[in-house]
Nanobody, 127 residues
Framework: QVHLVESGGKLVQAGGSLRLSCAAS????????MGWFRQAPGKEREFVGG????????YYADSVKGRFTISRDNAKNTGYLQMDILKPEDTAVYYC????????????????????WGKGTLVTVSS
């Protein structure tokens, strides 16, 4: 079993930056591929980005490419989502997710591609 806890969400102004963290426990994070997803009010949950367990492969949704950066520190069992040039349309609950026992190059890119979810952290971007 894997337990994921997100943190770092808050209210920020448009154009600002924010870094979310995802702390993993219950299993070695270096066996986990991690993904970030978000769900805005009234909308479906969508993929934001994902990273392989060794950190060598990273994918981003087109809507965040060039503005968001995913990283991970396996020594700290933590993943990160650095969000820059934030826009009001980035307002959402952000979820960390993971899939265990994957190949080193696997990157989750859909809701079906993960097995474990955090409870989410709210990011609000004001205009």
């Amino acid at each position: 079993q894997v337990h994921l806890v997100e943190s770092g969400g808050k209210l920020v102004q448009a154009g600002g930056s924010l870094r979310l963290s995802c702390a993993a426990s219950g299993s070695a994070i270096n066996n986990l591929a991690m993904g970030w997803f978000r769900q805005a009010p009234g909308k479906e949950r969508e993929f934001v980005g994902g990273v392989s367990w060794d950190g060598s492969s990273i994918y981003y949704a087109d809507s965040v490419k060039g503005r968001f950066t995913i990283s991970r520190d396996n020594a700290k069992n933590t993943g990160y989502l650095q969000m820059d040039i934030l826009k009001p349309e980035d307002t959402a609950v952000y979820y960390c997710a993971a899939k265990a026992r994957v190949t080193y190059f696997y990157v989750p890119r859909s809701i079906d591609g993960v097995d474990f979810w955090g409870k989410g952290t709210l990011v609000t971007v004001s205009s």
